[in-house]
Antibody
Framework: QVHLVESGGGVVQPGGSLRLSCAASGFTFSNYGMHWVRQAPGKGLEWAAFIRYDGSNKYYADSVKGRFTISRDNSKNTLFLQMSGLRAEDTALYYC???????????????????WGQGTLVTVTS | AIQLTQSPSSLSASVGDRVTITCRASQGISSALVWFQQKPGKAPKLLIYDASSLDSGVPSRFSGSGSGTDFTLTISNLQPEDFASYYCQQFNSYVTFGGGTKVEIK
């Protein structure tokens, strides 16, 4: 059974940085791409980033490109999101999610976040 | 980037009703669309992939259809546990979510 646990959220000032982590278990982590998806309070879902199973390709939403970096440590079954230059509009619940298909995402196609954690809350405020 | 427009943004319905939610893509995406259900305080759950294929364990009262730019999610015989928000997501090019549809009790 897939189990994803996010951590690292908190309150940060505008312009600050934060590093989120996602501990994965219940599946072969090194075979699957992983996503970060966020949801502002009372709002809809917004995809933020994806990393292929081996870290060879990374994709970002325009809203976070250049400020956020997704990475992974397959030896520790852990996904990361390094966030810098944070803005008030980055305030959201951040979910990590496993991709549906193993080894997917070579050309940015067929990316489906199918199993999700419970999220970690990031609040950007002065 | 591909945009997805969902409608309506909210609706009120009664148990037993048939509900239809639409999702329109800004360009053709073939059948590269999935539907999620999200209940308050919970993570989204995958319902339908490839526009019309039910994920494992999803009740048959849920169905999806469409291809190209126009898609629908239909819930027949609405049940109390179906009151939730629903999102479409395209995977033809990276990832985009629709704005969501909240299904409320009438």
């Amino acid at each position: 059974q897939v189990h994803l646990v996010e951590s690292g959220g908190g309150v940060v000032q505008p312009g600050g940085s934060l590093r989120l982590s996602c501990a994965a278990s219940g599946f072969t982590f090194s075979n699957y791409g992983m996503h970060w998806v966020r949801q502002a309070p009372g709002k809809g879902l917004e995809w933020a980033a994806f990393i292929r199973y081996d870290g060879s390709n990374k994709y970002y939403a325009d809203s976070v490109k250049g400020r956020f970096t997704i990475s992974r440590d397959n030896s520790k079954n852990t996904l990361f999101l390094q966030m810098s230059g944070l803005r008030a509009e980055d305030t959201a619940l951040y979910y990590c999610a496993k991709d549906l298909h193993p080894y997917a995402g070579r050309n940015g196609f067929n990316l489906i976040p199918d199993s999700w954690g419970q999220g970690t809350l990031v609040t950007v405020t002065s | 980037a591909i945009q997805l427009t969902q409608s309506p943004s909210s609706l009120s319905a009664s148990v037993g009703d048939r509900v239809t939610i639409t999702c329109r893509a800004s360009q053709g995406i073939s059948s590269a669309l999935v539907w999620f259900q999200q209940k308050p305080g919970k993570a989204p759950k995958l319902l339908i992939y490839d526009a019309s294929s039910l994920d494992s364990g999803v009740p048959s009262r849920f169905s999806g259809s469409g291809s190209g730019t126009d898609f629908t999610l239909t819930i027949s015989n609405l049940q109390p546990e179906d009151f939730a928000s629903y999102y479409c997501q395209q995977f033809n090019s990276y990832v985009t979510f629709g704005g969501g549809t909240k299904v409320e009790i009438k």
